[in-house]
Structures are given as C-alpha cells and as structure tokens.
C-alpha cells in the first residue's frame, strides 16, 4: 500500500507564480487535510476536506484554495505565491473520528505523507 | 490560548534510560482523542500512540506508553529503554469532539526534540 501519496517533493518558485500540490490516498478515507509546517510552529491546518465534496478552512487558510477531485484526491493551489508561504506541507487522510474506537492501536488515526518543501523567492 | 501545549523545546536522554516528554492539552469536549507522533530528520510523520477521552487504561504501544492524567489535562509520552533511533522531533496532538470547535481535526503542539546520547 502506498498510503498518502504527495507530489512534487521539492519545488522553488519566484513571488507570484502559481502552483498546485497534489495528495493522492489509497485507503479509502473519508477525511484529507493540507496542514504547514514552520520552525517552531508544529503543523498548522490549511484546510481539510471531511467527505468528498466538502471543503472547510483550517486555521491559516490565506493565501491558498482547495479541490476535492474525488475520493482519493485533495490538492492544494496556491494562487500568487508569497515569501511566507515558503513552508513543508504535508497532506493526511483518515477515517471520520469515532470517540468510541477505544485504545486500539491505529484509531482514528491520521496517516501522513511524505511531506511537500517549498521554497518562495 | 494553546489547545496542545509542549513545554520542552528540546530534551537529552542517556540511551537506554526512559525519558518522559511532556504534553498538557485544553478542551471542553468531554469526547477527544490525544496522539503522539514521531518526525524524524527524514521528515515524514509517524504515529506513535493514541488515547481516547473514555479510555479507562494508560495506552501502551511497545516501548511507547502514554501517561494520561485526565484530571490535570496531561498526557505525557513515556518512552522506555531509550535508542539512538529515537531521535526525533515528537508531537502532541490532541482532536476534539463536535463541541469542541475544532470539528474533529487534529491539533498539534509545537514538538519537543528528543537527543538520545551514546
């Protein structure tokens, strides 16, 4: 199984140009998410996508726009990029949360792709 | 104010002794769940442990064990017998029930980074 899968791995853009990461999962979830993460900031949410055909913001949403293609799909535009959108993100897909999953191992759990570096001159 | 709070930037461990990373959480919901991942130099994000909100018992995974005050809003990581693979940035993150305002997604903490010495 490949899992989470995020393409490309590396990219350098200049301010102003425009980009699409793309998130491919291959595990039947429900929910994908685009999150950022900065030096000393951890992982921040960009947006998620609880079921196919829906789209919501995260906590730092500026600056970039969604598509849930289909079920596997979720990718990640950046319209005009900027200096501060240099950043790694990386995208996760999962199960709908269930409280009552109890301690087995893997519940509810968040699987991760490799991770997106990108660089904004 | 911090839903995931981390207060240890940086942390050494002898190898093969224990080492605890701390984790302290705030939420309402009575319904969450709290989880600990592991981000090596490499990168990628790697699930460690989870414990839910109902969970009666301490969850343990391996070397991996979390201890889960729920009272105090803590769940520390306890990782025993320590290697030098354990080097690694270490998140806390915490998902809060449809109350909480966070509509289930996960949240993390800012990481602690652990340094096992020879």
């Known amino acids: 199984n490949a899992g989470v899968t995020q393409t490309p791995k590396f990219q350098v853009l200049k301010t102003g140009q425009s980009m699409t990461l793309q998130c491919a999962q291959d595990m039947n979830h429900n929910s994908m998410y685009w999150y950022r993460q900065d030096p000393g900031m951890g992982l921040r949410l960009i947006y998620y996508?609880?079921?196919?055909?829906?789209?919501d913001k995260g906590e730092v949403p500026n600056g970039y726009n969604v598509s849930r293609l289909n079920k596997r799909e979720f990718s990640l535009r950046l319209e005009s990029a900027a200096p501060s959108q240099t950043s790694v993100y990386f995208c996760?897909?999962?199960?709908?949360?269930?409280?009552?999953?109890?301690?087995?191992?893997?519940?509810?759990?968040?699987?991760f792709g490799a991770g997106s570096r990108l660089t904004v001159l | 104010a911090q839903k995931i709070t981390q207060t240890q930037p940086g942390m050494f461990v002898q190898e093969k002794e224990a080492v605890t990373l701390d984790c302290t959480y705030d939420t309402s919901d009575p319904s969450y769940g709290l989880f600990w991942y592991k981000q090596p130099s490499s990168g990628e994000m790697i699930f460690l442990i989870y414990q839910g909100s109902y969970d009666q018992q301490n969850a343990t995974e391996g070397r991996y064990s979390l201890n889960f005050q729920k009272a105090r809003k803590s769940a520390n990581l306890v990782i025993s017998a320590s290697q030098l693979g354990d080097s690694a940035m270490y998140f806390c993150?915490?998902?809060?029930?449809?109350?909480?305002?966070?509509?289930?997604?996960?949240?993390f903490g800012k990481g602690t980074k652990l340094s096992v010495k020879p």
């Open positions: 996508s609880a079921s196919e055909g829906t789209t």
């Open positions: 996760a897909s999962s199960e709908s949360f269930s409280f009552f999953g109890g301690a087995s191992s893997g519940a509810n759990v968040l699987t």
């Open positions: 993150a915490m998902r809060e029930g449809l109350y909480g305002g966070s509509q289930g997604n996960l949240i």
